[in-house]
């Protein structure tokens, strides 16, 4: 196993992790009560480039090769754009530790399709399905889930929010 083999699984669980997020980023900026409509118009444009994530990341790893990838690195820079501007839009609801972990493994997408394009562009060879290393997606999933799951949980308590700064908590005494 190589270096390429080990790492080619990376972009598209890169995709889920940026997906999960954007798409709870999105859903965050619709549920609150005090959304305006810049805010709710922008969440539903990032829950559908949340789960467009989601399916280019299954898609990619079915296939064992970056599909459709003119449009991911448009998709990509759109979500990391719109990620920006909900900080702006909506910046006491909205998790930086989301908008930074989702940030970054858009950047992976991005750049990866973007190197994808580059050497495509300088070799004419047909695109084929590569072989990935179970062990490579493991690690990578391993290291999704290390960044994806706080950003989740910082996105539920930056939406929960309060004005005076505290976030409800849930009690199970006397039950």
């Known amino acids: ?14 995709a889920w992790g ?25 969440g539903i444009g990032m829950v559908v480039l949340g ?6 990341g299954a898609a990619a790893l079915s296939t064992g090769r970056l599909v459709v990838p003119r449009m ?15 900080m702006f839009i909506a910046p006491a609801h909205t998790s930086i530790i989301a908008a930074a972990a989702a940030s970054v493994l858009l ?6 399709v973007a190197v994808h394009l580059r050497r495509r562009r300088s070799t004419s ?3 084929t399905a590569q072989p990935m290393s179970v062990t490579g997606l493991l690690v990578a999933a391993a ?5 994806v799951t706080p950003a ?9 929010l309060r004005d005076d700064g505290t976030v409800p908590v849930v009690t199970h005494e006397g039950h």
């Open 1 to 14: 196993m190589n270096a390429a083999t080990f790492v080619r699984s990376w972009p598209s669980v890169s």
């Open 18 to 42: 940026a997906g999960l997020i954007v798409a709870a980023l999105g859903a965050g900026a619709i549920v609150r009560s005090d959304s305006g409509a810049p805010a709710t118009g922008l």
């Open 51 to 56: 789960l467009a994530s989601l399916a280019w």
């Open 72 to 86: 991911t690195l448009a998709g990509a820079l759109i979500a990391l754009l719109a990620t920006t501007a909900l």
């Open 107 to 112: 950047v992976v997408v991005g750049a990866t």
């Open 125 to 127: 060879s047909p695109r």
């Open 143 to 147: 290291v999704i889930a290390v960044l």
């Open 152 to 160: 989740l949980g910082a996105t539920q308590d930056a939406v929960l």
